[in-house]
């Protein structure tokens, strides 16, 4: 049964950053893709960044795109999200994902097969 666990949510004023990690069990999270998501209150879930099996391409949605940045190391099966510049209409709860096997970015919901819990990020105005 694979888990995904993330962390690093919290509370920061606007402007600020902040750093979320997905830790996810067993051997072999370096031949899936993975991806974050977010869910504003009242909002459907959309869209974060996406990063493909080996790491070597990433997808952001526009509105993250040069604020923040997905990475991974394979060999503590972790995956990054560095959040930067962060705006009050950022605010939600965060959820990585576990996407296709030896695929590359993946922008579709659809695509991803495990969820973690999520963790939620607040940014003050």
């Known amino acids: 049964q694979v888990q995904l666990v993330e962390s690093g949510g919290g509370l920061v004023q606007a402007g600020g950053s902040l750093r979320l990690s997905c830790t996810a069990s067993g051997r072999t999270f370096s031949s899936y893709a993975m991806g974050w998501f977010r869910q504003a209150p009242g909002k459907e879930r959309e869209f974060v960044a996406a990063?493909?099996?080996?790491?070597?391409?990433?997808a952001y949605a526009d509105s993250t795109k040069g604020r923040f940045t997905i990475s991974r190391d394979n060999a503590k099966s972790t995956m990054y999200l560095q959040m930067n510049s962060l705006k009050p209409e950022d605010t939600a709860v965060y959820y990585c994902a576990r996407g296709p096997a030896y695929s590359g970015t993946q922008y579709a919901q659809g695509s991803y097969s495990y969820w973690g819990q999520g963790t939620q990020v607040t940014v003050s105005s």
């Open positions: 990063i493909s099996w080996g790491g070597g391409s990433t």
